[in-house]
Nanobody
Framework: QVQLVESGGGLVQAGDSLRLSCAAS????????MGWFRQAPGKVREFVAA???????????NYAGSVKGRFTISRDNAENTVYLQMDSLKPEDTAVYYC?????????????????WGQGTQVTVSS
């Protein structure tokens, strides 16, 4: 049984930082691209960042334009964990953040293309 378990959300002020973690189990982690999505109240779920791993090229990443330069995605294949370091947070980053796994090497996908989801963790940024 595949499980993705997020942690690290919370309430912070604008300009602060948070690090989200997603621990995966029940899958061959290195075979999956891992991503973060977010969903704000009344809005659709949107792509935030993704990372894949290759034994030849290491980790490759992709970011939504709204977070590029502020967020950093990383993964630890030994620990089956993916992280999202969020710096310079803004009130518009407030959302439930979801970890997602998609088999293969794509660095961008629609929410419906994810194979597995975590339960989500709330991030609230006050102004």
């Amino acid at each position: 049984q595949v499980q993705l378990v997020e942690s690290g959300g919370g309430l912070v002020q604008a300009g602060d930082s948070l690090r989200l973690s997603c621990a995966a189990s029940g899958l061959t982690f290195s075979n999956y691209a891992m991503g973060w999505f977010r969903q704000a109240p009344g809005k659709v779920r949107e792509f935030v960042a993704a990372i894949r791993w290759s034994r030849w090229s290491g980790g490759s990443t992709n970011y939504a334009g709204s977070v590029k330069g502020r967020f950093t995605i990383s993964r630890d294949n030994a620990e089956n964990t993916v992280y999202l370091q969020m710096d310079s947070l803004k009130p518009e980053d407030t959302a439930v953040y979801y970890c997602a796994a998609r088999w293969g090497s794509s660095l961008s996908w629609e929410p419906g293309e994810s194979n597995y989801w975590g339960q989500g963790t709330q991030v609230t940024v006050s102004s």
